[in-house]
DNA sequence: TTGGAATGTCAACAACACTGACGTAAGCTG
DNA sequence: CAGCTTACGTCAGTGTTGTTGACATTCCAA
């Protein structure tokens, strides 16, 4: 608060888009987005009886193989028996695979089948097609303004799982 | 398909954010973040018995005072039934006024009470204070850059109904 | 004026989140 | 070893939010 915005050293005016309008216009942006960015994975997990809780487990599996489901409970942000019943259709429909932990018993370790990976792939060829387009549209300097803000509006936990996860994928 | 690349005159190297990698990157941070981005409602809301589909239904027709329950449908992107048992209890507990149009009696112009207004005060200061935080952090470059990739990603259609809303705003 | 389209309401159901309680197996610690 | 904790699974119950289906009202046009 009291915050004339002469702080940091940046001049008044580009301070513009801080107003509650600009604010209010991100809000809705990322609502409507959001609608856009889940919109082709949940047409294909309609006709498979699935839903996006199972299309996230899928995603995360598949993105760091052999995590145990504690691990997946705390990037997913669900309770364990919500994802439970998750872990159990796609384990009985063969598309995961729940292996004892060699060193620790208690853990399990999830992997997907070929049947797994065959629908993350294409629940992300959907999704990425989007992603795409969207970021050949913006252009690069877009792009690289996307992922700040977005990383600047996740809760610190969220970040480190997020970091954590780019240092895996690359 | 097919695209080299060299198609709008781009460099190859300039490309580099559009790689599967980087593309899973958007697409994980489009979950973290839209969980940071309702984090803060939903925990207002949990304590009054409300949902995050309250929470919308609130803010449009403060955006758009007097806008039909159709009108608002087609925002929201749910059914009608669904829409109607959000409505009925916010205006059971007197936070939305319905009135019956006076050209077309079939429609119900939707409008915020006082207690309505003081509701959504509540819900979107916690809202665009993340927002504005995450702003400031990132600067307005990246947020010029944040929101022409949200843009480019919804349906047409959503795009439509965003731009609509903008000039309502301004 | 009659029949269809548009608008909105009521009822029932499914998906997915939650809490709370309990059980089992395995690891850790005094 | 005994007792505590951790990791995982499950059962039961509840709430929000989405869905279809059926229906009433109102408007409009043939």
Chains 1, 2 share one sequence.
Not at 10 to 29: H, K, M, Y
Request: no cysteine; aromatic share 6%.
């Amino acid at each position: 608060m009291r915050d004339t915005g002469m702080g940091a050293g940046l001049g008044g005016e580009s301070l513009l888009f801080l107003t509650d309008e600009q604010l209010r216009q991100g809000i809705e942006a990322m609502f409507f987005a959001y609608r856009g960015f889940t919109a082709d994975p949940d047409r294909i997990l309609a006709d498979l009886a699935y839903g996006r809780a199972h299309h996230r487990a899928v995603h995360f599996i598949n993105r760091a193989p052999g995590t145990t489901v504690n691990n997946l409970l705390n990037i997913l942000g669900v309770t364990k028996q919500s994802l439970n019943r998750v872990l159990r259709t796609l384990i009985a429909d063969g598309l995961v695979e729940s292996r004892v932990g060699q060193t620790d018993k208690r853990e399990r370790h999830l992997f997907l089948t070929d049947a797994g990976h065959a629908l993350e792939q294409k629940l992300s060829d959907a999704q990425r097609a989007r992603m795409r387009t969207a970021f050949r549209e913006a252009g690069p300097d877009a792009v690289g303004g996307f992922r700040r803000v977005l990383e600047a509006m996740m809760d610190p936990e969220m970040r480190r799982a997020y970091a954590r996860l780019k240092e895996n994928g690359s």
